[in-house]
């Protein structure tokens, strides 16, 4: 089964920025449309951003456009997803899966807390 490994969480203040990276095997980022999910204490899962295995297409939430920017290097089997002016309500654990399909099981997530 394919496994998404997610880094680059972290504790910051109101307006500061961030950088997650997702990483996977080789056949994930050279095949499949991934993205990056979170999950607020207390709320459902939800999703953030997205981009195709191509690098063709990105989709964003629309509470995070034009703050955040989702990227991949196919050849690093790497996804970042660069977060700028963070808000209290970006807080939550940030996971990175296949979008819209998960192709795998949801792993530990990374933590984000945006203090005001």
């Known amino acids: 089964q394919v496994q998404l490994i997610e880094s680059g969480g972290g504790s910051v203040q109101t307006g500061d920025s961030l950088s997650l990276s997702c990483t996977g095997p080789?056949?994930?980022?050279?095949?499949?449309?991934i993205g990056w999910f979170r999950q607020a204490p207390g709320k459902e899962r939800e999703f953030v951003a997205g981009?195709?295995?191509?690098?063709?297409?990105?989709q964003y939430a629309d509470s995070v456009k034009g703050r955040f920017t989702v990227s991949r290097d196919n050849a690093k089997n790497t996804m970042y997803l660069q977060m700028n002016n963070l808000k209290p309500e970006d807080t939550g654990v940030y996971y990175c899966?296949?979008?819209?399909?998960?192709?795998?099981?949801w792993g530990r997530g990374t933590q984000v807390t945006v203090s005001s």
């Open positions: 080789e056949r994930t980022f050279n095949s499949y449309n």
């Open positions: 981009i195709t295995w191509t690098k063709s297409e990105q």
């Open positions: 899966n296949g979008a819209p399909v998960p192709i795998s099981s």
